[in-house]
């Protein structure tokens, strides 16, 4: 079945502590994304990756890092947390051939609490 | 960059009724521009898209326009159905391997 997992979908933390949001597809896409969203401010796009060890920023990067060592595999690392990083995060991947315009897939969200 | 705004923030409606949803965008240069489906709880997912080399497009009940001079967009949902109560978000892009702006979105009800 083709989908895009995140692991944890729930986590409280306390500020400070380094925690990492795993995202993985399994349908060989290479555009993926993470995005935050908060009451009122829609959906805001953090990184995006292109393809295997490119990465970019998006519109709200700070706080966050990625990597994308694997194609498959595309972590939300969050070095020093803090509640102002309490949202709601979707990572989600599209076909290769034609980047985000094709049909982007997300995952189930994971919701992050810091204390 | 691009900035996307979206109106109304929320949207009530009978069933059966139209709703519509309108999208601005600010870069002249975007020719792609999705539209997604939240239902509570759930994920977003894609329910019509338009590419900029068209005006309208359409599946069953729902339809999209694009007009590039104003740059605006919008969202049709015709004979609205309970089942259509969702967030609704428009989004905008430039480059399709780059960033994908979206809108504030809309929260829908529609009523029995």
């Known amino acids: 079945e083709a989908q895009v997992t995140q692991n944890p979908r729930y986590l409280i933390t306390v500020t400070g502590k380094k925690l990492t949001v795993t995202c993985s597809q399994n349908m060989n896409h290479e555009y993926m994304s993470w995005y935050r969203q908060d009451p009122g401010l829609g959906l805001r796009q953090i990184y995006y990756?292109?393809?295997?060890?490119?990465?970019d920023k998006g519109d709200v990067p700070e706080g966050y890092k990625v990597s994308r060592k694997e194609k498959r595999n595309f972590p939300l690392i969050l070095e020093s947390p803090s509640p102002n990083q309490t949202s709601l995060y979707f990572c989600?991947?599209?076909?290769?051939?034609?980047?985000?315009?094709?049909?982007?897939?997300f995952g189930p969200g994971t919701r992050l609490t810091v204390l | 960059g691009e900035n996307v705004e979206q109106h109304p923030s929320t949207l009530s409606v009978q069933e059966g009724d139209s709703a519509v949803i309108k999208c601005t965008y600010s870069?002249?240069?975007?020719?792609?521009f999705p539209w997604y489906k939240q239902e509570l709880g759930k994920r977003p997912q894609l329910i019509i898209d338009?590419?900029?080399?068209?005006g309208e497009k359409k599946d069953q009940r729902i339809a999209v326009t694009l007009n590039k001079t104003a740059k605006h967009f919008s969202l049709h949902i015709t004979e609205t159905q309970p089942e259509d109560s969702a967030v609704y978000f428009c989004?905008?892009?430039?480059?399709?391997?780059?960033?994908?702006?979206f809108g504030a979105g809309t929260q829908v009800v529609v009523t029995p």
């Open positions: 870069d002249s240069a975007s020719n792609y």
């Open positions: 338009i590419r900029s080399n068209v």
């Open positions: 990756s292109m393809n295997v060890e490119v990465t």
């Open positions: 989600a991947s599209s076909s290769g051939t034609s980047g985000v315009t094709d049909t982007q897939y």
């Open positions: 989004a905008a892009i430039q480059d399709s391997w780059g960033k994908l702006q």
